[in-house]
């Protein structure tokens, strides 16, 4: 979440999911309101709000869809977030799950379609003054709103569509890379709509040009990032590594370890179980915290903690060498060293 820098309001809780709205879009929403208020009167401020409400109403229920097939498929949702290009269900998917990635990006345009198809065949489209009746703006809002989210051209649910039916026949690499490109030919095609509609004096144009940039912005930062990725698998892990010459077994009380850990500088002290290493003692800014900890072989790539860091929230991964805590990454050092390298391919 940490693309959202200003505070989020919680509406409601879903499934144990928090489905919030974004600060930016409130601000956004009152200024659009309050400024057709004052320009055309206290009417148009109502039409607007509701049109306003209509909308994000659909989008609440596409998200509402992809948080639905996550639930189906044992996907982990950590929130649902409302803000002023839509919304974004953020989801714990792990690498290789494709038919996972498939079916929750389909789900949320899926709704928006059913919708518009229900309220048509239940006749709403149809009589007089219908046109501008509450429910036939809904059914039209939906109808667009799945329509455009099946672009092939990421974030775009098209684009994920796209680029997991590609990974799953050619590969993650070159599924992901082809969608990238499809997506980039996708973001251009819309910036050529937006000049045709400015040579013919069409006032939306700039509307369709704004969503060009921002989606050709989002497809260069994704091609980006799989470059980054690309080329930290081809980095070993091991020189990395911050050194955890201490650790103990949990036969240690905890507050012994932790006055073992307050004394001895490291960031973690790793704590055996039955032979095995599932996490430790954390330095965390709010004390000390008994987390489970994604863990690797020393022999392992930068590429393979990235991956393991992509699937949660841990703090870092601890490395072992012949199956005892060698050493440990921390994301914050695995995300500069990410951001230090290049973005063209290796």
Not at 100 to 111: H, Q, Y
Not at 117 to 123: E, S
Request: glycine share 12%; hydrophobic share 50%; charged share 15%.
């Amino acid at each position: 979440m940490s693309r959202f820098r200003l505070p989020t309001i919680r509406l409601f809780t879903l499934a144990g999911v928090p489905v919030q709205v974004h600060g930016s879009l409130v601000a956004l929403l009152m200024a659009a309101v309050l400024g057709a208020g004052l320009l055309a009167g206290w009417r148009e401020a109502l039409r607007q709000g509701l049109w306003w409400l209509l909308l994000f109403g659909a989008v609440l229920l596409h998200e509402l869809g992809h948080l639905a097939a996550a639930r189906l498929l044992r996907v982990p949702v950590t929130a649902v977030v409302l803000w002023p290009m839509g919304g974004f269900t953020a989801v714990r998917l792990s690498p290789g799950r494709f038919r996972a990635e498939l079916g929750i990006a389909l789900a949320g345009p899926s709704v928006n379609l059913l919708l518009a198809l229900l309220i048509a065949g239940l006749g709403g489209w149809e009589g007089p003054g219908a046109r501008w009746r509450p429910e036939v703006v809904f059914g039209w809002l939906n109808l667009l709103l799945g329509l455009f989210n099946l672009l092939p051209v990421f974030p775009m649910d098209g684009g994920r569509i796209l680029r997991s039916a590609l990974a799953m026949a050619l590969g993650e690499g070159w599924g992901t890379w082809l969608a990238l490109r499809v997506g980039q030919a996708g973001a251009l095609g819309i910036g050529g709509l937006a000049i045709w509609q400015f040579r013919h004096q069409d006032a939306g144009g700039l509307v369709t040009m704004l969503i060009a940039m921002w989606l050709l912005g989002q497809t260069l930062q994704e091609t980006q990032q799989l470059r980054r990725r690309e080329r930290l698998q081809q980095l070993p892990l091991a020189p990395h590594l911050q050194p955890l010459p201490l650790a103990v077994n949990d036969r240690i009380p905890e507050p012994a370890a932790r006055r073992l850990l307050q004394h001895s500088g490291q960031p973690i002290l790793p704590v055996e179980e039955a032979g095995r290493w599932p996490g430790g003692l954390v330095r965390m800014r709010d004390g000390l915290r008994r987390l489970d900890l994604p863990s690797l072989d020393a022999t392992a790539s930068l590429g393979a903690a990235w991956l393991c860091l992509a699937q949660g929230e841990s703090p870092g991964v601890l490395i072992l060498r012949a199956g005892r805590p060698a050493g440990w990454i921390p994301r914050e050092r695995l995300e500069a060293l990410a951001r230090e390298l290049p973005a063209g391919w290796p």
